[in-house]
């Protein structure tokens, strides 16, 4: 079974350029969510869809956004980019509903995107 | 507010030594807790969830352990390898306003010869 798989792999932008990344799960999870990680702030979520639904946010600024279509894979878009958003970006899939069940989560490789 | 903090930062051990990773959690109200392994430049790889009632994991030669009335958890590694060096990340969950995740900063483990 092909594992969680994001692209681009790497990526650079300027300030106030928008980007688009993208995540395709382990074929049959319907969840999936996304994740910043920065050297100073580790690991922060982002947010988590479910069947095309998003389920959770987390403290992020309105210019994160992301979506999930029909066949699961998943897009994350930040527009307005700061210097600060330059990071390692991961998506990570699971078989249900994240909620307060314990499923396994199965991160893809993540994208690093920086930000000049 | 909802914090969880690892100790120690980093860590250095001999190959073939065990050793144990702390996470001390203010996380409320609890639904699990996970073990991540991270290799540096890769995602996370899941080593173990655990819930209130779960006291004990075991995968391979981890093993983690949680006390939901100190809010503590640790991971323990034994007969460590080279293979095992790589940043450990605990992330706690809770529940009300949807399923939301607190994550460490990790410990930094690297077994050397």
């Known amino acids: 079974k092909a594992g969680v798989t994001q692209t681009p792999r790497y990526l650079i932008k300027t300030r106030g350029q928008q980007v688009t990344l993208s995540c395709s799960p382990i074929?049959?999870?319907?969840?999936v969510s996304w994740y910043q990680q920065t050297p100073g702030q580790g690991l922060q979520f982002l947010f988590e869809y479910f069947s095309e639904t998003q389920r959770n946010k987390g403290n992020f600024p309105g210019r994160f956004s992301g979506r999930q279509f029909s066949n699961s894979r998943s897009e994350m878009n930040v527009s307005t980019l700061e210097l600060g958003d330059s990071a390692l970006y991961l998506c990570?899939?699971?078989?249900?509903?994240?909620?307060?069940?314990?499923?396994?989560?199965?991160f893809g490789p993540g994208t690093r995107l920086t930000v000049l | 507010k909802n914090q969880v903090e690892q100790s120690p930062q980093s860590l250095i051990i001999l190959e073939g030594k065990n050793c144990t990773l702390q996470?001390?959690?203010?996380?409320?109200?609890?639904?699990?807790l996970r073990w991540y392994k991270q290799d540096t430049g890769r995602g996370p790889v899941s080593l173990t969830i655990?819930?209130?009632?779960?006291n004990t994991k075991s995968n391979g030669r981890y093993t983690a352990t949680l006390d939901a009335d100190t809010k503590q958890s640790s991971l323990h590694i034994t007969a460590s390898q080279l293979s095992d060096s790589a940043s450990y990340i605990c992330v706690v969950s809770y529940t009300g306003g949807g399923n939301k995740l607190t994550f460490g900063t990790g410990t930094q483990l690297k077994v050397e010869l």
């Open positions: 074929s049959g999870h319907r969840s």
């Open positions: 996470c001390n959690y203010t996380v409320s109200p609890f639904s699990n």
């Open positions: 990570a899939s699971s078989s249900g509903a994240w909620e307060a069940r314990a499923d396994t989560q199965y």
């Open positions: 655990m819930t209130f009632s779960e």
